[in-house]
Nanobody, 122 residues
Framework: QVRVLESGGGLVQAGGSLRLSCVWS????????MGWYRQVPGKQREMVAL???????EYADSVNGRFTISRNNAKRSVYLQMNSLKAEDTAVYYC????????????????WGQGTQVTVAS
């Protein structure tokens, strides 16, 4: 079973920092890109940050300059360093692994984690 697991969420004061981590199972590999998305109740899930296999990064305007995405292929992991957090960053954050090859299914697909809650107190 393919698993994508996020960790590192929690409650933090405005202006503080958190680091989210995501690890995916050994049964999938060579993803085209990895990313972080977030969602608040009643709104669509939005992209926060992306990193491609070629290390190209992309950020939402609202987090550019405050958040940094990075990856470690050897650990099958992607990270999101979040600094200068604001109340509007409060959301459930989801890890996305896109275009990864599944040994079990013999095909490329997209995988999502279950999400981790980030709450920023103002």
């Amino acid at each position: 079973q393919v698993r994508v697991l996020e960790s590192g969420g929690g409650l933090v004061q405005a202006g503080g920092s958190l680091r989210l981590s995501c690890v995916w199972s050994e049964s999938i590999f060579s993803p085209n890109s990895m990313g972080w998305y977030r969602q608040v109740p009643g709104k669509q899930r939005e992209m926060v940050a992306l990193i491609t296999s070629g290390d190209r990064t992309e950020y939402a305007d609202s987090v550019n300059g405050r958040f940094t995405i990075s990856r470690n292929n050897a650990k099958r992991s992607v990270y999101l360093q979040m600094n200068s957090l604001k109340a509007e960053d409060t959301a459930v954050y989801y890890c996305n692994v896109d275009g990864a090859f599944s040994l079990k299914d013999g095909e490329y697909s997209t995988y999502w984690g279950q999400g981790t809650q980030v709450t920023v107190a103002s």
